[in-house]
């Protein structure tokens, strides 16, 4: 059974830092990516910032650029979400997922295969 568990979630004044983690579990695939998404209150999922398994090449959401880092330790099968110079606008219910390689598109919530039942992160100003 595969198992997505996120932590690091909390609360933290505008500009502060958090590292979100993500332990993998059971996995019976080879993910093509993984990526870390994010669902405010009223708002639809959304992508922050995936890395595609194979070639190590990241991609992030233009709200995030250059504030948050996303990487992957394959032998522990963990993911990581470094968000520095948080703001408020970034406070949400964060998810990490997975993709196999079927069709679909890892920036799309709709193209994941697996999920995690999410960590809160709240930014106050």
């Known amino acids: 059974q595969v198992q997505l568990q996120e932590s690091g979630g909390g609360s933290v004044q505008a500009g502060g830092s958090l590292r979100l983690s993500c332990a993998a579990s059971?996995?019976?695939?080879?993910?093509?990516?993984m990526g870390w998404f994010r669902q405010a209150p009223g708002k639809e999922r959304e992508g922050v910032a995936r890395?595609?398994?194979?070639?190590?090449?990241?991609f992030y959401a233009a709200s995030v650029k250059g504030r948050f880092t996303i990487s992957r330790d394959n032998a522990k099968n963990m993911l990581y979400l470094q968000m520095n110079s948080l703001k408020p606008e970034d406070t949400a219910e964060y998810y990490c997922?997975?993709?196999?390689?079927?069709?679909?598109?890892?920036?799309?919530?709709?193209?994941?295969?697996?999920w995690g039942k999410g960590t809160q992160v709240t930014v106050s100003s």
């Open positions: 890395i595609y398994t194979g070639t190590g090449t990241t």
């Open positions: 059971g996995l019976t695939y080879t993910p093509y990516c």
């Open positions: 997922a997975t993709k196999g390689w079927e069709t679909g598109d890892c920036s799309d919530p709709a193209g994941m295969r697996h």
